[in-house]
């Protein structure tokens, strides 16, 4: 089945840094989307995107869908404390919801 | 409030009990998706209901047992469990077709078999 790399797992970083992250895929995808989880809560859907080369921003987040189709990044401006959760990213050919595939996910967290 | 529900937010359970996990949406969506979340592993999706059929059951063993008596609910009810069976098991919807593929999650129901 597809695949999804996401890296890094985690990042410690200090309040006030840029983040960056990424995923890449076995195969081609026509929709990514970034999702956010927040400790004890479900993924909360930060940024879609649905173009190859598409650039999209949330604020300070800002993703991009990989010319490639094959992968997509996301960056997060001047973190700030309450940027701390886990990124995932998830895409499908299809387009359908029930056919996105997840990532492992990314665990930010922001030092003061 | 994300729209989507899901109670109990926390069960502990033994191996030999019986017990359920309870979603309700509010979005008016036509699809719901049961899906477990295992540290540091990608969503593993279980159930999937469109219209109130089930559409995907991805070789989930049948100590699972999804039900969703309309477009509203979904249940999963859990009978013998294993400890590997701990994890957060989160409950979603979608307005299917719409090729956007989002999906909207509830809050997570933290299970723990001892």
């Known amino acids: 089945g597809q695949q999804l790399n996401q890296s890094p797992q985690s990042m410690f970083i200090q309040e006030g840094e840029d983040v960056s992250m990424n995923c890449t895929s076995s195969?081609?995808?026509?929709?990514w989307l970034w999702y956010k989880q927040e400790p004890g809560e479900g993924p909360v859907l930060l940024i879609a995107?649905?173009?190859?080369?598409e650039l999209t921003s949330n604020g300070r987040l800002t993703a991009q869908f990989g010319i490639t189709r094959k992968d997509s990044f996301l960056n997060i401006s001047a973190s700030i404390p309450s940027d701390v959760g886990i990124y995932f990213c998830?895409?499908?050919?299809?387009?359908?919801?029930?056919?996105?595939?997840f990532g492992s996910g990314t665990q930010l967290t922001v030092l003061p | 409030e994300t729209g989507v529900t899901q109670t109990p937010r926390h069960l502990v359970m033994g191996m030999t009990n019986k017990k359920s996990l309870k979603c309700e949406q509010h979005?008016?969506?036509?699809?719901m998706y049961w899906y477990k979340q295992s540290a540091k592993k990608p969503l593993e999706l279980m159930f999937v209901?469109?219209?109130?059929?089930?559409?995907e059951n991805n070789s989930v063993p049948s100590r699972f047992s999804p039900e969703c008596p309309n477009s509203s609910h979904l249940f999963l009810h859990l009978h013998t469990l294993q400890p590997e069976d701990s994890a957060l098991y989160l409950c979603?919807?979608?307005?299917?077709?719409?090729?956007?593929?989002?999906?909207?999650f509830g809050e997570g129901s933290r299970l723990t078999v001892l």
């Open positions: 979603a919807s979608s307005q299917e077709p719409k090729e956007t593929g989002e999906l909207f």
């Open positions: 195969s081609i995808f026509n929709t």
């Open positions: 995107l649905y173009k190859a080369g």
């Open positions: 998830a895409g499908s050919f299809s387009g359908s919801a029930r056919q996105l595939t």
């Open positions: 979005l008016g969506h036509n699809a």
């Open positions: 209901y469109n219209f109130k059929e089930q559409t």
